[in-house]
């Protein structure tokens, strides 16, 4: 029997982030076959800010949903076996940045190492040099043509990225023009204007500058450590591509858990009042009485305890770490819920006073029937907006607990990981400070757009706004 050329390998994440995507899935197809949700997502797409924010958001997407597909590559001189370690489909894309590692730290597109090292020059004395890096820059025999070879290349990258661009353009056009039944020009002059039903215009110029930054680092990449090198020599620039998994994970997962709850409890109370609210009230009273980072920490350190009182029950490392990874989003969920709860009860104390909530009252509608036809669809633009925000949120708080040694497992790439590592090769002389800002530019091309998004949707989306949309 022939085998696999590979086995599938699922993780605990894996499995969460892809729930996490054929439930964003369902919700959009129920908004669009909602006349009112379908309204307001038309008016989302005619805010520039909204589809220039949802193009930059779209490539940390892919990469997380490309690093959330695991598997074990077959053992070349065994037949029939598999590798005890997990890689994912990112990890073949980019191993070529995962295999080139160098000895130690190198700069951004440098040719020599950071540190010195101890050498025998050809009279056999020692002396202490900058060595050339073993990847970094190797296909130039005289380092002085480092110059002309990054003109070269961020020329033809420049120059790919904005052929592809044009491509993209041109196609745009052809559907407008295909859409309104216009000529390919006119199409054309409605898109440089900013005239289409949708925010093209703001999308077009967003992706254009996507794919001249890609063709450029992938320019460099064949060549260089375009963002450097760390302590042990892995290329930076792999590290930062790998942890947006763990960000996006670390702020979709959370965010599974934390909204049920919070919009659950948050209407009830708000609605029936009386016991209801007063056990709601008590819960989140208790749970803020105590600080967020003692429960975190209390919860992290239990499962670890238990983890390792219990080794037998986990297949590698790998597993463990990931295990880890997904109790953080359960704990962060479970914690995170008490602000949105707060908001919603109090909204819905306004709303069950409303005429046309008293009147499905005084026509007998059942109770939930009126909270899920009447109050849900008028709070669903603040339980969007706060799930925006704290997405954002989480994403950094990730880095704040793995500074404290409450985040996710060290052996797992994360940005907070990055930073925590980072802090100390800033105390060296000279500083080691790419890996601090690769981490702080990867995060704010997630946070930035994703703030940016909450304010278009909370603009969309509330009823109150209905009347002042185009």
């Not at 440089?192 to 110029?205: E, F, V, Y």
């Not at 965010?255 to 029936?272: I, K, R, S």
Request: aromatic share 8%; hydrophobic share 55%; charged share 15%.
């Amino acid at each position: 029997m022939t085998s696999l050329p590979f086995q599938p390998a699922w993780l605990a994440t894996d499995a969460l982030l892809w729930a996490i995507v054929a439930a964003t899935g369902l919700l959009l197809w129920r908004a669009w076959r909602t006349p009112r949700l379908k309204a307001a997502f038309r008016a989302l797409a005619r805010r520039p800010v909204a589809m220039a924010s949802l193009v930059f958001l779209a490539p940390y997407v892919a990469v997380a949903l490309l690093d959330s597909v695991h598997f074990r590559a077959p053992l070349a001189d065994a037949p029939g076996a598999y590798a005890p370690t997990v890689e994912s489909v990112l990890d073949r894309l980019l191993t070529p940045l995962r295999e080139r590692t160098e000895k130690t730290y190198s700069a951004p597109l440098a040719l020599y190492s950071y540190a010195r090292e101890t050498v025998t020059d050809a009279d056999g004395r020692l002396a202490r040099v900058y060595v050339r890096l073993k990847h970094g820059g190797a296909h130039l025999a005289d380092p002085a043509a480092r110059a002309a070879d990054l003109r070269q290349r961020l020329l033809a990258a420049v120059a790919a990225g904005l052929s592809a661009s044009l491509a993209l353009a041109a196609l745009l056009c052809a559907g407008i023009a295909r859409k309104h039944r216009l000529p390919f020009a006119a199409a054309a002059r409605r898109l440089l204007r900013g005239q289409t039903d949708l925010a093209w215009r703001s999308a077009l110029l967003g992706a254009a500058v996507l794919l001249v930054v890609a063709a450029a680092v992938l320019a460099l990449a064949g060549g260089y450590h375009v963002l450097g090198t760390d302590k042990v020599g892995q290329d930076v620039l792999y590290l930062g591509l790998k942890s947006i998994r763990t960000g996006v994970v670390i702020g979709s997962g959370s965010l599974l858990l934390a909204l049920p709850l919070a919009l659950l409890l948050g209407t009830a109370a708000g609605y029936f009042g009386g016991r209801v609210d007063d056990l709601v009230q008590y819960l989140y009273a208790t749970l803020s009485a105590v600080p967020g980072v003692l429960l975190i920490a209390a919860a992290v350190l239990t499962l670890d305890l238990y983890m390792d009182q219990h080794l037998a029950a986990f297949a590698d490392a790998q597993q463990r770490a990931d295990l880890r990874l997904a109790a953080l989003c359960l704990i962060l969920g479970a914690t995170g819920w008490v602000g949105l709860c707060r908001l919603l009860r109090g909204e819905a104390l306004k709303l069950r006073e409303l005429e046309y909530v008293q009147s499905a009252r005084a026509l007998g509608l059942a109770q939930w029937r009126i909270v899920t036809r009447h109050l849900w669809p008028n709070l669903m633009h603040l339980v969007l907006l706060t799930a925006v925000m704290d997405f954002s949120g989480l994403v950094l708080a990730e880095a704040v607990l793995s500074y404290v040694g409450v985040g996710v497992d060290p052996a797992t790439t994360s940005f907070g990981n990055m930073i925590n590592t980072a802090r100390l090769e800033l105390a060296r002389e000279p500083a080691v400070w790419w890996s601090l800002a690769a981490a702080f530019v990867f995060m704010l091309g997630l946070v930035l757009p994703a703030n940016l998004l909450a304010d278009a949707l909370r603009d969309a989306l509330d009823p109150r706004e209905a009347n002042h949309r185009p």
